[in-house]
């Protein structure tokens, strides 16, 4: 029996975390040219877009974090709701 509730808590999980993640928003990669054949001023440039993506990034793998403890936290949740009275049913038989 908890067996089947920890597999229903996972398939909760597993729903749950693509609807949460739904809120970060993924940043898109800039393009990256050749460095040799760039100009100063165009290397910065890409240097100035490529840091931009990284701090992007980093605030969309926060945000994908903070999905997935709340996602956890939901289906523990569900579960220790479900384990309650399967567990009062063990010790009554």
């Not at 940043?27 to 240097?47: C, F, G, I, Q, Y």
């Amino acid at each position: 029996m908890r067996k089947t509730l920890i597999g229903a808590a996972c398939a909760t999980l597993a729903l749950a975390t693509p609807a949460l993640a739904a809120n970060c928003v993924k940043p898109v990669a800039p393009p990256v040219a050749d460095k040799n054949s760039l100009t100063l001023e165009e290397r910065n440039a890409m240097v100035a877009r490529i840091d931009a993506y990284i701090a992007a990034m980093n605030v969309y793998l926060e945000c994908l974090e903070q999905s997935d403890e709340t996602a956890r936290a939901e289906a523990e949740a569900i579960l220790r709701e479900f384990e309650a009275p399967v567990a009062d049913l063990e010790i009554v038989q």
